[in-house]
């Protein structure tokens, strides 16, 4: 089955406690992508990326980091998180072939509580 | 720099009633319009897509979209809304070299018995 994988699905942490947050997908998409969600906000672009190697920021990058060393893998990393990254986190897949590189498909989410 | 606006954070609607979900974006090109369904607690589910041609498209679960480029227009429809139907339902456009997806606010939506 074609999907974006997220781990973990639900994580409680403490400030400062470094975390990795991995995303995978199956389909051979050269796009990814990282979206935070907060209430009233909708979705914000965190970082993306458009191919190996290849990443660069979004609309609301402080505090990440992300790496892209293989095609499939996304992950996002915290290395020092903050209450304020308290969110709901989404990766994004997305082929690169004329129309179809607009249509991005996501993860089930990742909520994240930072105490 | 693209946008979308939502005007409508919550609609209250009764089931078998018409549904009607407004969204304006601001695009310099030619514009990728999305309609996303959001469920409590899921993640993000796509409704319907607009790239070119027929400016009436057709998505899942009965809704329809139409674009209006004189209006900066994209507005959200179904003739006749069922209790599952409530969820949170984002507009968004994409575009530019980084393939950005730009998504409005959201709009909630309930549906009364």
């Known amino acids: 089955e074609a999907q974006v994988t997220q781990n973990p699905r639900y994580l409680i942490t403490v400030t400062g406690k470094k975390l990795t947050v991995t995303c995978s997908q199956n389909?051979?998409?050269?796009?990814m992508s990282w979206y935070r969600q907060d209430p009233g906000l909708g979705l914000r672009q965190i970082y993306y990326?458009?191919?190996?190697?290849?990443?660069d920021k979004g609309d609301v990058p402080e505090g990440y980091k992300v790496s892209r060393k293989e095609k499939r893998n996304f992950p996002l990393i915290l290395e020092s998180p903050s209450p304020n990254q308290t969110s709901l986190y989404f990766c994004?897949?997305?082929?690169?072939?004329?129309?179809?590189?607009?249509?991005?498909?996501f993860g089930p989410g990742t909520r994240l509580t930072v105490t | 720099a693209q946008s979308v606006t939502q005007p409508d954070i919550h609609i209250t609607v009764s089931e078998g009633a018409s549904l009607e979900l407004r969204c304006n974006y601001s695009y310099g090109a030619t514009p990728y319009l999305f309609w996303y369904v959001q469920s409590p607690g899921q993640g993000l589910q796509l409704l319907l897509k607009?790239?070119?041609?027929?400016?009436l498209v057709q998505g899942i679960k009965g809704f329809e979209a139409e674009f209006k480029r004189s209006q900066s227009s994209f507005n959200l429809r179904k003739p006749s809304v069922h209790w599952s139907d409530a969820a949170e339902y984002f507009c968004?456009?994409?575009?530019?070299?980084?393939?950005?997806?730009?998504f409005g606010k959201g709009t909630l939506l309930t549906v009364n018995p």
């Open positions: 994004a897949s997305s082929p690169s072939s004329g129309d179809l590189t607009y249509e991005q498909y």
């Open positions: 389909m051979n998409h050269e796009y």
């Open positions: 607009y790239f070119s041609g027929d400016t």
């Open positions: 968004a456009v994409v575009g530019g070299s980084n393939y950005k997806l730009t």
């Open positions: 990326s458009m191919n190996v190697e290849v990443t």
